[in-house]
T-cell receptor
């Protein structure tokens, strides 16, 4: 039982490049979330999804896009990376509202 | 404004000392409350959670937390910390009034000195 898997684990991008982070969960969870973690700022919600085909903005959505075409996958896209997007990105999923969140191992992204 | 506040940013304790980490939130109505721990280089793991019922909840590794509705608080405690408790601790809130969003505090870094 893999839980929540994030791909890739590390990535270095040049300013202006694009990339997609993949989050996959095998627990049949309805809700999925993307967070970024920065020193002294905790985890901030970027986007989330309450079910297949749905997405919604979180606290810091600018510069990111997401898609949830399949229930088990939640993709986070950066269309034109900026140094301010250097961060550790975590994906999480929950069975439904208010239940425990399960986290992936994180993706460390550096934009130079 | 920050909706989940953790007042202690960095705590240093000696082994066997008692621990209390503060967490306050600003939502009314129904809330679900969580404490997560992040060991160095790892992802977040659930320590304990409160949904309803007894306001004193017990979690893994001897941690407990008390929900005080009138104070909008959910403080984490442990009577005697160990070196292996060195980690970052996050309080999280899921509130009906915020829809489906899961908000985290800024975290408290705990260092336990052997």
């Amino acid at each position: 039982n893999a839980g929540v898997t994030q791909t890739p684990k590390f990535r270095v991008l040049k300013t202006g490049q694009s990339m997609t982070l993949l989050c996959a969960q095998d627990m049949n969870h309805e809700y999925m979330y993307w967070y970024r973690q920065d020193p002294g700022m905790g985890l901030r919600l970027i986007h989330y999804s309450v079910g297949e085909g749905t997405t919604a903005k979180g606290e810091v959505p600018d510069g990111y896009n997401v898609s949830r075409l399949k229930k088990q996958n939640f993709l986070l896209g950066l269309e034109s990376a900026a140094p301010s997007q250097t961060s550790v990105y975590f994906c999480a999923s929950t069975r439904t509202w208010g239940t425990e969140a399960f986290f992936g191992q994180g993706t460390r992204l550096t934009v130079v | 404004a920050q909706s989940v506040s953790q007042h202690n940013h960095h705590v240093i304790l000696s082994e066997a000392a008692s621990l209390e980490l503060g967490c306050n939130y600003s939502y009314g109505g129904t809330v679900n409350l969580f404490w997560y721990v992040q060991y160095p280089g790892q992802h977040l793991q659930l320590l304990l959670k409160y949904f309803s019922g007894d306001p004193l909840v017990k979690g893994i590794k001897g941690f407990e937390a008390e929900f005080i509705k009138s104070k909008f608080s959910f403080n984490l405690r442990k009577p005697s910390v160990q070196w292996s408790d060195t980690a970052e601790y996050f309080c999280a809130v899921n509130a009906r009034e915020t829809g489906n969003q899961f908000y985290f505090g800024t975290g408290t870094s705990l260092t336990v000195i052997p």
